[in-house]
């Protein structure tokens, strides 16, 4: 479907610098890209209500974060204190908090070795088994809104600011709405209700927090007609990424026209800096092939279900599979001839 992007862009040219590995390392194959990376982003974050959480006796999540005690254990008090499934009262809502939790690890279910290029199952990983049991015993006190009972639909924003629901995690984006939209679902910005923090921290591993590094750019698709024009796009914004300026326009927006706090937007800026950091999660969702990703994602959103399941019964559902599509897409890749106009020797 896709073609290398090293006949369009120079990825050594100043303009790319900091994208440069990060496109070698994770979306290559062969030595060859097949992404113009102009920039990255962070995947999950914590959205919370401050007028909820002192009005409830809770430390501020943002102020555990910046003294580096936003952990497992603290959110998982706060959110089995607070659920009350007789007063339609859940922590959780939303689709990827079982996603998010299951990375905030550190780890995932299937985990490219740059030095190796192979993909290589993680299913044993003590971390992992860690995140699956917090879910579990989140699933288990029912912490978790039960999307199952209600057509299988979130309440999105509805919620938060009412006190029926603790923490949403998802897209940072999702709080970039207008002031009024922002203020009815999720609080009165102009108050500084709106707050969020990234995904908190095992108590059990090595201090860092971690996200899912999410890239943003282009890729070129086998016989497209102005591949120098996405090029050319992705270039400009690149620019729009780098230039000081331009950032400066983007930071004033989120100030003046969705009135965020200077510490939104500060702790937008450390979030950010997580989805850059050495030690991010990168995975590729359906990039994986339909069978492999049918697999990962099931293992890694179990909690979403009515039902959640133990780590250990679902590892024996889903461990051999695991194991078995990871070698069929190491050999698809080794396969992969990215100077052959099919992709394939001979094919």
Known sequence: MFVPVDDYIDYDDPLWAGERDYAYNYYS??????????????DNIVVY???VMNELGYEDPAELFYNDEWTWDVFYEMCVDFTDPDEDMYALDGWYYSLA?????????????????????????????????????????SCLYPVWDHGWSTREGNGIKQGLRL????????????????????????????????LPRDD????????????????????????????L?????????????????????????????EEMLDMYDTCYALSTASNVIVTYGEGYGDKLYTVTDAL????????????????????????????????????YDPYSASGYAGG
Not at 105 to 121: A, L, P, W
Not at 185 to 195: K, L, P, Q, S
Not at 238 to 249: A, C, E, M, Q
Request: hydrophobic fraction near 35%.
């Open 29 to 42: 194959i062969q030595g060859r890209p097949y992404v113009i990376v102009y920039d990255n982003t962070y």
């Open 49 to 51: 209500n401050r007028r």
């Open 101 to 141: 939790l299951m990375h905030s690890c550190g780890e995932s279910i299937v985990t490219y070795n740059t030095e190796t290029q192979q993909f290589e199952s993680n299913i044993d990983s003590p971390a992992i088994e860690r995140a699956a049991s917090l879910l579990y015993d989140l699933s288990k006190n």
């Open 167 to 198: 923490f949403y995690f998802g897209y940072s984006t999702i709080i970039w709405g207008t002031v009024d939209v922002i203020s009815t679902n999720w609080g009165d910005v102009t108050e500084g209700e709106v707050m969020f923090v990234p």
């Open 204 to 231: 059990d591993v090595d201090g860092n927090y971690y996200t899912e590094s999410i890239p943003t750019g282009y890729a070129i698709i086998q016989g497209a007609k102005n591949p120098e024009g996405v090029a």
């Open 233 to 261: 796009l992705a270039a400009c914004m690149r620019f729009k990424v780098v230039d000081p300026t331009v950032v400066s326009l983007d930071r004033r927006q989120l100030e003046e026209t969705y009135l965020w706090t």
């Open 300 to 335: 890694e959103r179990f909690a979403v279900q009515s039902d959640a399941s133990t780590w250990a019964s679902l590892k024996e559902a889903y461990g051999e599979q695991v194991e078995y599509w990871v070698e069929k897409l190491n050999e698809d890749v080794a396969s």
